[in-house]
């Protein structure tokens, strides 16, 4: 009897030590959220910057929406979401 305990108390360390690294995965993915909110206010004083120096429909303005809309498909694909109040209006706009 007490070596059917012992082998069952080792045997469930061992399965618990050998599963509890794989159990991180389960978790779920990063939040991109920052990530997301960083990328588009840099793009963002990028547009305010170049409309302020070059006028609103510049090349260097239309570049910088091309990149704005970019960095919103990198939030996309990641599943963050954004302010769209704040990022998706005016000349943030193609």
């Not at 509890?20 to 305010?48: N, V, Y």
Request: glycine share 6%; hydrophobic share 35%.
């Amino acid at each position: 009897m007490r070596s059917l305990a012992a082998r069952l108390i080792f045997g469930s360390a061992l399965a618990m030590a050998l599963t509890l690294p794989l159990g991180r995965a389960t978790f779920g993915d990063k939040d991109w959220s920052d990530d997301c909110h960083k990328r588009l206010e840099t793009d963002r004083a990028r547009i305010d910057h170049d409309v302020a120096k070059h006028g609103e429909n510049s090349h260097q303005v239309d570049r910088d929406r091309e990149r704005l809309e970019g960095d919103r498909q990198w939030c996309r694909d990641h599943h963050a979401d954004w302010d769209h109040n704040r990022f998706d209006v005016g000349v943030y706009i193609k």
